[in-house]
């Protein structure tokens, strides 16, 4: 079976120093796997994706995440937080015939992300 | 510009009432989906479609219902079945279903629905 464990549901940073936002996934299949952020009462906007080429994905507003096959992990980093950062993000795993969803996702339950002036 | 428009922002709901949840996209997406999100949770599926005139239920289908006339348009009811509508409703699209593809989902901004 597939499955995704955000190992934060909160974390917390001073602005201007780096966030890491850890992701562990696991799944039968070589899957494809991706960062989305989340606003306030918005709908979720694509960071990054993972889907088997370079394994350090780099992705938009200075996010990156560095897929690790020995050790499930896909985790989301960025090197200065910045205040428009604040916001609810989700890691994703996609694989077919994974056992996920019934569409072959499997959503992790979300990290909120804050950041201290 | 292209994206997903979900209508209404918000929405109320009374006791034995059907609603439906209006999903509109101009990407020329062939998959679409509904997603329930409740606090704290990750997003649940609730029905998807592949390409027109076929959906699929998804892992919490019971008390929903869907439609695919159109390629643009998704149209999720909320029926009185559902005894605990209460959430953040999210359209989705893809260019192909993401499983098949690998092509990531773009969202509209949600409909809001709560039981009067």
């Known amino acids: 079976a597939q499955s995704v464990t955000q190992l934060d549901s909160h974390v917390s940073v001073s602005e201007g120093t780096p966030v890491l936002l850890r992701c562990n996934y696991s799944?039968?299949?070589?899957?494809?796997l991706f960062w989305y952020v989340q606003h306030p009462n918005k709908g979720l906007q694509l960071l990054l994706k993972y889907t088997s080429a370079a394994t350090l994905v780099k992705g938009i507003n200075g996010f990156e995440a560095e897929f690790k096959k020995s050790e499930t992990s896909f985790h989301l980093t960025k090197p200065s937080a910045h205040m428009s950062d604040a916001a609810e993000y989700f890691c994703v795993v996609s694989a077919l015939s994974s056992g996920g969803g019934a569409d072959g996702l499997t959503f992790g339950k979300g990290t909120h992300l804050i950041i201290q002036p | 510009d292209g994206g997903i428009t979900q209508s209404p922002k918000y929405l109320f709901r009374k006791e034995g009432q059907n609603v439906t949840l209006s999903c509109e996209q101009n990407?020329?997406?062939?998959?679409m989906y509904w997603y329930r999100q409740d606090p704290g949770q990750g997003l649940r599926l609730i029905y998807y479609s592949q390409i027109v005139n076929d959906f699929q239920k998804g892992d919490i289908a019971e008390g929903y219902s869907v439609s695919r006339e159109k390629k643009e348009s998704f149209p999720l009811t909320v029926t009185s079945a559902q005894k605990n509508p209460t959430a953040f409703y999210l359209c989705a699209s893809s260019i192909h279903l993401t499983v098949n593809s690998n092509q990531p989902q773009h969202f509209g901004d949600g409909t809001r629905l709560s039981i009067l």
């Open positions: 990407l020329n997406h062939d998959a």
């Open positions: 799944s039968s299949y070589s899957p494809s």
